[in-house]
């Protein structure tokens, strides 16, 4: 009897499932052109997403080819509309009040840092972004160039070694930016490199979110077994949250000898925030202790994952244009900012100074227009509207194909758009569309690490052609895309020469 009634309710979930797969896939009257989804997949399995044979950014193109500036992608279930112009990404980015960001930009991603401002709407984000925002501002971020500055010079002394063909940039230039966003923004020396614990536990942490975010058609209860009982997520868990709870008690313990003064850095600035009551309803400012973990986390995580990643196309860009190096060099030189010939002295950088270095500064606008860090925005509508003739309806999820839009020949008429050349933007592209270059998304729900990620990249690369480094090709330097949270280049093998 027993059995029976097992046998029975195992055929009725079973038909539960199919009937709801079926529904959930089923063609729609508002349909965009796209592929035909897999059933439990949607287009990630059959695009090759899921199996790293492309990355986003290389399908979200493809797909543009064959279908047009409009068409449909399935996120596992969910069909989600892609939008690859700027008319699209005006209307999008303006509209604060229908398109808010999505729950699939980080899908799951709740599970691991369900407080982290990218899962925030509304009045709590509005509570977040207080606290974080101010820390970040242009006029903030320029006062901790010394700063960068060293950590650059310390870059360049431990990882790049005359005459050695360099395999592991990626690891070093994310050991680079991880110190910046640990000097900076937690006034903390965060000491990584290659081997050090907190990196590997920051790496452990981004491929089981990566895993999660890949997985929209897991079961949330699924999700939640996994990571719990996955030792070295827990693991890579625990001594995050031990860094976390480190940097909040050494801020307290300052904060109590410099009372009511104002915060300097991000950490500072979480920690003078502290409100167990704070809630969205009654009170509206400050933030929990868990909030600010979440915070902790995901400022550590944004702030070196996205702008190290831009670096390591950097040097693979100039590692495949020799004649870019050289012509920044000469810039420098013209500027006597360049190291002298006896290698004792290596001029200061200022802010003026660097402002001062045109070229270099196109070097930098091209690395960030190019390398497809962040492939797409991703917004939800709050209710119906139209987008150049798209029926979208509430709760309807869209994506903007950023780096589509960066490398569009619509756009850019210098040259070969998907070509590093940033003579472009002393040439025909100078005045390009304000939203031709999207790689900080836009709108409200824009990148709010950009200036830091604008001035660590312009001093790094600065810097290093200042002590006369120069990348060159090899062999084994191929490129190529993988996806983890941003994309890499997949093969970066360079030789490194000092002048
Ligand atoms: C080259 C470096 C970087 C790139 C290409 C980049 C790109 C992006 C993109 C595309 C978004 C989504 C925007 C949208 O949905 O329209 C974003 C959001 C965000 N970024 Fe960055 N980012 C970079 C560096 C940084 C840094 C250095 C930090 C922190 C210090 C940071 C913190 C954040 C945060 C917190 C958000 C979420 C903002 C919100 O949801 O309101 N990013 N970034």
Known sequence: MVSIVIAALFVIVITLIYIYLKRAYSPSPD??????PHIVFGNLLNSGILTGKLSFHQVFLDYQRRFGDKFQFWFGSHRCFVFCGVEHAQIIFADRHTFEQAPLSFPNFDLLCP????????????????????MLKRAKIIGHLETIVQCADHFIDQNLHPGQVHRDLVSSCQSFTMNVIGFIGFDHDFDAHIN????????????????????????????????????KYQHAYRLIHELSEKLVEEEQNKESEMENKRPKNLIASLVSSLNEQANDDQVSSGLTHAEIFDEVLIMILAGYETTSTA???????????????????????????????????????????????????CVTKEVLRLAPVAGFSVRIATCDTIVDAVKIHRGQTVFIALNNINTDARYWHHADPRQFVPERFLGEDENHHSLAMIPFGGGHRACIGQELAWLELKTIIVRMMQRGITFEDTSEN??????????????????????
Not at 315 to 343: C, G, W, Y
Not at 350 to 358: A, G
Not at 478 to 493: F, I, M, Q, R, V
Request: with cysteine; net charge positive.
């Open 196 to 231: 050090s614990p907190i990196k590997k536990a920051f790496r452990d942490f981004i491929f089981y979110s990566v895993s999660i975010l890949l997985s929209p058609w897991l079961p949330r209860w699924l999700g939640k077994i996994y990571l719990k009982y996955n030792w």
């Open 311 to 361: 670096l390591s196309w950097f040097i693979f860009f100039a590692s495949k244009n020799p004649q870019v190096q050289q012509k920044m060099k000469e810039e420098l030189r013209k500027h006597h900012l360049l190291m002298t010939d006896d290698l004792k002295y290596v001029p200061e950088l200022t802010s003026e100074n660097l402002t001062s270095l045109t070229y270099c500064e």
């Open 478 to 499: 191929t490129g190529g895309y993988e996806d983890h949270l941003s994309c890499l280049p997949k093969k970066l093998a360079v030789r490194v020469r000092f002048d």
């Open 31 to 36: 349909d965009l052109p796209g592929v035909k």
């Open 115 to 134: 407080n982290a401002i990218v899962m925030l709407t509304g009045a709590k984000w509005k509570r977040h972004i207080r606290v974080l925002l101010p």
